[in-house]
């Protein structure tokens, strides 16, 4: 069947964009979506507080603890941590809805989800986002609103350590300063080279 | 290093573009080319004779069977064949001079050509490109001028069990009558996806 060219079906993917603080996901994935790359991105439930101009369901889906709590006991989320002191948790419903409907889905995770998914989904597309440089890192991090001087100096350690770990993902993006729309074409180049995989890797049947 | 996203540089890939007789290899490269996306293409060698319109050194590397068999004695040959009672085989000396300089060589070559390459080796990136259905497949094999309807009868046969053969391959693109545009989007995306792995694929230390 699969080795059948002509009768060859469309399989939706979970693609996992990960990268450490500062790489730019969110920027990656409001261009996809401004660009009308076809993909449902599905947003990662947290017990934070919204930071300044965050929408809930839209950056989040703001929880509260107690909610939260109830997503984990009921088995309602692919994978969840604690990080930085507070809950994140991708929930399943959305992702395998969007998938049986046919569509591919975007997850924005931080390294260690990247990671949990990957041993759950081996199937997963991962990819790291980077910035260009450390200088670029860095600068990118201090610029960033609502995070105290000793907040920023751990996300910069976590970044260095994090990047590490590139070897366990299957694509490195960079996001360099002012080249937003090249890391989108890299990304949408890797959507439609995994569609053309010999052998699909399908998350559903 | 590898593992150094900062320091990260680029490797250049070997291409393996196979597929059935009447698939549209040489289209898809010539627009391609058409198009400007960089790549080597690395003409085969054969001792058959031009076919009307081939030219030498651009479409094949036409040999006789005396230089052709030199080549072979003096193993300047990364993989060579006999098909249909015709030698063919990919030169080594461009293949690598082209690698060694950082650009990407494309191989057009046939199914039992790509096996040969993919085992010698494994790092190429290999694609099956194919028609878009059997009718479209038989039509184009009929259309092509040069062959006896024997010999496409033969063609054909053989096409239809070389199909059975995309699992090995790393992906399938088809080539749609109308639609080359679309088949080198593919191709192209193929490329820019390997050269953002995380652990690219590298032919030459």
């Known amino acids: 069947m699969e080795n059948d ?19 730019g996901k969110d920027s990656v994935i409001r261009r996809m979506q401004e660009r009308d790359i076809p993909f449902e991105f599905v947003v990662t439930a947290t017990s934070r507080s919204p930071r300044p101009g965050e ?33 994140k948790g991708i929930p399943k419903q959305p992702v395998f809805k969007a998938l049986q409907s046919g569509k591919d889905v975007l997850l924005r995770v931080d390294v260690q989800g990247a990671a949990t998914i990957r041993s759950r989904y081996p199937q997963a597309v991962t990819v790291f986002l980077s910035a260009l440089s450390e200088e670029e890192l860095t600068r990118r991090l201090f610029r960033r609103g609502g995070d105290s001087p000793d907040q ?54």
């Not at 060219?5 to 790489?23: C, D, E, H, M, Q």
């Not at 300063?177 to 049947?205: G, Q």
């Open 55 to 87: 929408v809930n369901g839209r950056d989040y889906l703001f929880l509260s603890q107690t909610e939260f709590q109830a997503m984990v006991r009921n088995d309602e989320l692919l994978e969840h941590a604690v990080v930085y002191n507070q809950h």
């Open 152 to 205: 920023v100096a751990l996300r910069l350690r976590t970044a260095l350590e994090e990047m590490k770990q590139i070897s366990e993902f299957d694509y490195v993006v960079i996001n360099a300063d002012n080249r937003l729309d090249e890391a989108v074409d890299v990304l949408h180049a890797i959507l439609r080279a995994e569609h053309a995989r010999a052998d699909p890797r399908r998350i559903i049947p």
């Open 5 to 23: 060219i002509f009768t060859r079906t469309f399989s939706p993917l979970l693609i996992v964009l990960s990268g450490t603080a500062g790489a």
